[in-house]
């Protein structure tokens, strides 16, 4: 890391699967610099492959995972478009910048095209 980098409150893992299956870690983060590269080289949402799953998460995305048990979800349906992209990167803004009311029950969000 560059000692040039402003750091989030917390790492952040960005894991991928298709088909719910062969979930991995494709990104891992912790500074304002390393998400904007990693949001640069995203595809939009309207190109990525249908059943598709992103998930960002400050600990294991699964529900398995102690960090989740008192966890709860919220669920958002768009349809396809420009405005997608824009709520995306507005929640992930919010979320790993730590802007959230209470964000430290906030552990990761799942965009599932």
Request: some cysteine; overall charge negative.
């Amino acid at each position: 890391m560059n000692c040039n980098q402003h750091l989030l409150q917390d790492p952040w893992k960005l894991w991928m699967d298709r088909y719910f299956t062969d979930m991995t870690v494709v990104q891992e983060f912790d500074s304002v610099e390393e998400f904007w590269d990693i949001h640069r080289s995203m595809p939009l949402v309207d190109a990525m492959e249908h059943k598709t799953n992103l998930r960002w998460f400050r600990c294991s995305p699964m529900s398995e995972d102690k960090e989740n048990s008192d966890g709860g979800q919220w669920t958002i349906q768009f349809p396809r478009g420009a405005v997608v992209d824009e709520a995306v990167l507005s929640l992930l803004l919010t979320m790993v910048g730590g802007t959230f009311r209470d964000s430290h029950h906030v552990n990761g969000m799942v965009l599932n095209v």
